[in-house]
């Protein structure tokens, strides 16, 4: 069993929260995910299913409702500062983004442009056309090597999806892996599309196993829109992540999003049941009570934000999305972002 923070260690850092970016003793950094939902240009350049992104799609997509959502994304992601983070997440990881083109616009948008987000991106063979990605603050993360790794279904070799990108580097100083997700959906049922996101799990596992035969000490984490909750086999058999750090073995990984998702908070809505699948999942490197290096802290979905959620009807409180039932909304994400943020004690 890994060994947890003392309750005395806990109520210090809780008491301390709000005065961590200003404590010289102390360093905290965020490390987030979003679902950005359909983050295309107005150039339709994938055929049948860009044709719904474009001015003469379905959603007769031109360029004002696109600068609308670059505006509302970097918003958003304005939103992801706190008191303990001023300067916003080190990381974000991305997902459902149409190509590079989208971000560098995004990056560049004023509500987020002093932050310098760079960027990380590979086109994936998904048929839908989106990809996930990773903008990074390059005076919090320094990128070392990045790979691209793609689902393969052997029963069904036909079968396309989004890439999984796996980013090393240095998280100020310290050698970290981010393995970036979107997994196959529930299209079709969740019991019958759960081997694909089964499968999705076994390659964020090879790929994280791969990283640490290469340095057994190395801090990995898996993110994305998993398409799956804490709970399911996925996330607590296949990745074995466990619901309570104690319960986290050496080699192991912890999944802070159970508990929350237990006290019936998630980061989307369907049909009046929240679910949780944007996680941050962290290899037993992250948590301890040894504060000289990164450690865990906390977990936050960020929906606290009024302009972010739906405001009235019987999806008060959801996500705003961009459409909801087809009609224009100038909304969000039909995700919130999540995120967790990191301490270590300044040597």
């Known amino acids: 069993m890994r060994r947890i ?201 090879s790929i994280a196993d791969s990283v640490l035969a290469v340095n057994p000490n190395q801090k990995v984490i898996i993110m994305g829109d998993l398409n799956d909750d804490p709970f399911n086999s996925s996330c607590a058999e296949i990745i074995g992540a466990k619901k309570h750090q104690d319960e986290v073995e050496k080699g192991g990984w912890f999944n802070p999003w159970w508990e929350v998702l237990d006290n019936g908070i998630g980061s989307l809505a369907y049909r009046g049941q929240w679910n949780l699948f944007d996680q941050i999942i962290i290899n037993d490197n992250l948590i301890g009570d040894d504060r000289t290096t990164w450690k865990y802290f906390k977990c936050k979905v960020h929906n606290d934000v009024p302009e972010m959620k739906t405001q009235e009807g019987d999806r008060k409180g959801y996500p705003l999305r961009t459409f909801s039932s087809g009609i224009y909304t100038n909304g969000y994400s039909d995700h919130f972002p999540t995120q967790i943020f990191l301490v270590r004690k300044i040597k």
């Open 5 to 205: 923070l003392p309750i005395a260690l806990i109520a210090i850092l809780v008491a301390s929260a709000s005065v961590f970016a200003r404590d010289k003793q102390f360093q905290v950094v965020g490390v987030a995910f979003y679902n950005l939902e359909n983050l295309f240009d107005t150039i339709n350049n994938n055929g049948q299913y860009d044709l719904e992104f474009s001015p003469k799609g379905k959603n007769k997509w031109d360029g004002n409702k696109y600068r609308n959502k670059l505006n509302r994304m970097g918003f958003a992601i304005s939103k992801l500062k706190t008191k303990i983070t001023p300067n916003g997440p080190a990381v974000i990881g991305v997902s459902e983004i149409e190509n590079r083109s989208v971000l560098e616009d995004l990056v560049k948008d004023p509500q987020i442009k002093d932050m310098n987000y760079q960027i990380v991106h590979h086109d994936s063979p998904d048929l839908r056309g989106v990809d996930v990605g990773l903008l990074y603050n390059p005076r919090m993360f320094r990128v070392l090597n990045v790979t691209h790794h793609r689902l393969v279904i052997p029963d069904n070799p036909k079968f396309l999806t989004r890439d999984q990108t796996c980013v090393s580097g240095l998280l100020m100083g310290e050698p970290v892996s981010i393995i970036v997700n979107h997994w196959p959906s529930r299209l079709g049922g969740e019991q019958r599309s759960r081997p694909l996101r089964q499968a999705a799990a076994a390659l964020s596992k």
